[in-house]
């Protein structure tokens, strides 16, 4: 198969059309393409009056040899030869996911994966179809039972601290928006993997060309109950309620720290040379338990902040003009970023077209904001988060070691609780009064999404001055990028204080842990991903280390 990029055609393009710019691209008859599928699908939205839709093709042709050869699309400087039309036509790559072991027959003790999140998930998933067996242990319950507690914060003000927005089967991404895109690095592919498998769990099949997939709350929750059920029948097993509250950890002659298993709420020891961290960024009490076991970890940057929301038709017009609702472009969304006076950096973060804020606390009298959405993204507010990039050297007034980032997220997010009245409601402003200075007292044309409420006031005590004073800045700046950003009745919603874990539980190449050999800190409570589609990549990667860890060790013993 041969693959083209860089197709572009106008937005309303008959079908003909593609076939047309295929065959002119290859220089054959349109007669001469026996068929092709969309690789990738994105648009270009930069001409308002103009919006291109851009193509990546996978093309069969029985021309195909010969345009290889005209091509030279094998020889080796192929990247020389290829100039004009012909550097964007070459062999489709083999995105396929291969295997890197298999269990041995006499797995000595089944590796255990702490967390059931997309990081959690794909590290089990990957190794039960290895062979492996995983025993996955997530504290919070599975996702429809998890559902009920969810709402139960929403809607009566009742918050489960071990079932949650962030804790649960699924992890934090389960109530999400569902995004799918990630900038991370990728050259084996392992995001492909992640989107096959959610599409075989049940995820709309246009996640593996849009440019920007996305696949809502809705349907995540069925697709993760799907994804257990295929981890089970390969021989994994997985428990809910378990929370992992110790770990066991032994030290051999030459000082070299080794994990031996864990010690579970209810007491019971399991044994496992072999133990995935796939904890998220909220499980506070799991990375305490870690530092106090001396397992290395250390203070990481993240962002505190604000969730905004506007009118979506407003955000769908400054983006698309005229061409705003038509259905291959779905509701609009953004990415800004500003560089402030006082040297921090102010960017909107989790963006969700057509969705609602929402309740994210895991902790009793503390008050988070996060955003969600469905997939139909119908609502009538866009949500962002719009937040002020903070390091290790901001936390050292509220606490000491690498856990002080912890304690600032506390801190504020108290401040948040006891701003909103106590009862989990938000602290909210309207935006003009924001910039001004002066506390809100009704809402105008913006109506907030996030239950179980908003009590408007004064913004300003519920973060640092730095941020306040960095996010006042940044919102006119926006502004001029998007028109009506910074419009009056925009409601800011308090506080957006998880934006990325705290701690890195730092790893060396091989995945293990600095200075504990078997355990292998993931995803992103450990630091090493912001995302779902990151997480389970990283799940992927650490299924394949501790793979070949198991299979290592069995050889040598
Ligand atoms: P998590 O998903 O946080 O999973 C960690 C799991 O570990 C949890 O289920 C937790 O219960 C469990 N756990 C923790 N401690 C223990 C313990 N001691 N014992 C047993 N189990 C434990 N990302 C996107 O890419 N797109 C989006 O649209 C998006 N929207 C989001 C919306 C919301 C409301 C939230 C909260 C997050 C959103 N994110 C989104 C972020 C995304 O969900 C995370 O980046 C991703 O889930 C991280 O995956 P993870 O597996 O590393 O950790």
Known sequence: MLRLTDLKLPLDHPESALREAIAARLGIAADELTGYTVAKRSYDARRRGAIVLIYSVDVDTPREGDIVRRLQLDAE????????????????????????????????????????????????????QMGFRPIVLERGKAVRERTKDTWGLWRKKVLNPESNVQFGEGGAGTFSDGKLWSQISDPKHY????????????????????????????????????????????????????????????????????????????????????????????????????????????????????????PQSLIDTARFGAQ??????????????????????????????????????SEPGRVVTNGMSQ??????????????????????????????????????????????????????????????????SAFGTVLP?????????DLAPSLPEYAISAIREALP?????????????????????????????TRGEDGHSLNTRGLFPAGEGAGYAGGILSAGVDGIRTAEAVALDVVSRTARA
């Open 77 to 128: 400087a192929a990247e020389f030869a290829r100039a004009g039309d012909s550097g964007r036509v070459m062999r489709t790559p083999d995105t396929s996911y291969k295997f890197v072991a298999r269990a041995p027959e006499n797995l000595p003790l089944r590796p255990l994966v702490i967390g059931m999140g997309p990081c959690g998930l794909f590290a089990a998933l990957v190794l039960a």
């Open 191 to 310: 995001g492909r993997k992640v989107i096959d498998e959610f599409v075989r769990a049940g995820a709309p099949e246009e996640i593996a060309y849009v440019s920007k997939p996305h696949i809502g709350t809705f349907r995540l929750v069925s697709m993760v109950e799907q994804m257990r059920a295929t981890i089970e029948s390969l021989g994994g097993e997985i428990r809910f309620s378990q929370r992992v509250d110790d770990l066991l950890v032994d030290t051999d002659r030459d000082g070299t720290r080794h994990v031996r298993g864990v010690t579970l709420e209810s007491g019971e020891q399991l044994r496992a040379d072999h133990v995935v961290l796939a904890l998220g960024h909220s499980a506070r009490d799991t990375f305490a338990m870690l530092h106090a076991r001396g397992v290395f970890v250390e203070a990481k940057p993240f962002s505190i902040g604000f969730r905004i929301e506007h």
């Open 324 to 361: 705003a609702g038509h259905p291959l472009l779905g509701a609009a969304d953004y990415k800004l970023v500003h560089h402030c006076r006082n040297g921090r950096s102010v960017y909107s973060f989790c963006m969700c077209p057509g969705g609602t804020v929402v309740a994210a606390a």
């Open 375 to 440: 997939y139909s993204r119908n609502e009538r507010n866009a949500n962002a988060a719009i937040v002020c990039g903070i390091t290790p050297e901001d936390f050292a007034r509220y606490g000491e070691g690498p856990l002080a980032g912890i304690e600032l997220q506390r801190h504020w997010e108290a401040r948040a609780f006891e701003l909103g009245g106590g009862e989990y409601e938000a602290p909210g402003q309207l935006v003009g009064d924001f910039l001004k200075g002066r506390a809100s």
């Open 449 to 457: 999404s996030y239950k179980p409420g908003v009590r408007l006031g």
């Open 477 to 505: 700046a926006f502004e001029k990028q998007i028109r009506g950003f910074a419009m009056h009745d925009a409601v800011l919603t308090g506080v957006e204080t998880r934006t990325s874990s705290p701690v890195r539980i």
